[in-house]
């Protein structure tokens, strides 16, 4: 296996490698529960490539974003995203889950899906195959398709929207306190709205690409949220990886 990609950070000198440690330090867990968001996008402003994120998401960004599915206790992602996507169950390497055991983490992280309309299949490997059992974040007026609650805990807040802000406060509650999001853009524009997003980590891919993919957020519009940024790391392919947490 060929060593991984150098990274360095730019706002400390830029100088020094990074290895897993010291980047798994740069996304610390925080003591108070904590909402992560993960996006990529080219110098352009895309979200995607040829349709799919996949496509703009190198080595560096793949690294890192496996860093923080590490760190997490749940990862949340729209089902829009989850379909487009094709998520697989949500299974980590021997040492990732090495460092979870080692630092008082459950084994795997809980993958959590929030659906308005719950066009979701029940006997999707995704659910089928998890190695815990997945959560649901929908609302009361959404009809489950059969077999749903027999592969998923499935959490209605809200009368005919999600109510972002009780689901994840019941998340809470259930000691899924440290959040990653990845998406979608409608997901993510949502959060925000209700200012719910505590970080945004955003990789630009040193792409340009045609002017007809969206942006990483869409949907309700809210107010200006200021954000501070905590770093900067750069690879060696011109890769760069922000991080930016609430003022």
């Known amino acids: 296996m060929s060593a991984p990609m150098p990274l360095r950070r730019l706002d400390d000198g830029g100088t020094a490698v990074l290895d897993n440690a010291a980047l798994t330090a740069l996304y610390p867990r925080t003591p108070a529960p904590h909402l992560r968001m993960n996006f990529v996008t080219s110098l352009d402003g895309a979200v995607t490539l040829d349709g799919y994120s996949e496509g703009l998401s190198g080595e560096p960004d793949k690294r890192v974003f496996g860093i923080m599915r590490k760190v997490c206790d749940a990862l949340v992602v729209g089902a829009g995203t989850l379909r487009h996507e094709g998520y697989r169950a949500v299974r980590l390497d021997e040492e990732r889950r090495a460092w979870?055991?080692?630092?008082?983490?459950?084994?795997?992280?809980?993958?959590?899906?929030?659906?308005?309309?719950?066009?979701?299949?029940?006997?999707?490997?995704?659910?089928?195959?998890?190695?815990?059992?997945?959560?649901?974040?929908?609302?009361?007026?959404?009809?489950?398709?059969?077999?749903?609650?027999?592969?998923?805990?499935?959490?209605?807040?809200?009368?005919?929207?999600?109510?972002?802000?009780?689901?994840?406060?019941?998340?809470?509650?259930?000691?899924?306190?440290?959040?990653?999001?990845?998406?979608?853009?409608?997901?993510?524009?949502?959060?925000?709205?209700?200012?719910?997003?505590?970080?945004?980590?955003?990789?630009?891919?040193?792409?340009?690409?045609?002017?007809?993919?969206?942006?990483?957020?869409?949907?309700?519009?809210?107010?200006?949220?200021?954000?501070?940024?905590?770093?900067?790391?750069a690879a060696d392919d011109g890769t760069l990886l922000l991080r930016h947490t609430r003022s």
Do not use: W
């Not at 259930?174 to 970080?199: I, K, M, N, Y």
């Open 100 to 233: 979870r055991r080692e630092n008082g983490v459950a084994e795997y992280p809980v993958l959590v899906v929030v659906s308005r309309t719950l066009t979701l299949d029940p006997g999707a490997p995704v659910f089928t195959e998890a190695p815990v059992r997945p959560v649901i974040l929908t609302h009361h007026a959404a009809e489950a398709p059969a077999g749903l609650d027999k592969v998923a805990d499935v959490l209605r807040h809200g009368t005919e929207q999600v109510d972002l802000a009780a689901g994840l406060a019941e998340l809470h509650v259930r000691g899924l306190t440290q959040l990653l999001c990845e998406g979608g853009p409608h997901l993510f524009g949502s959060l925000t709205a209700a200012d719910l997003v505590d970080e945004l980590c955003l990789t630009i891919s040193p792409l340009l690409t045609s002017p007809d993919a969206g942006r990483i957020i869409a949907g309700p519009v809210g107010p200006p949220r200021p954000m501070r940024l905590a770093h900067v790391l």
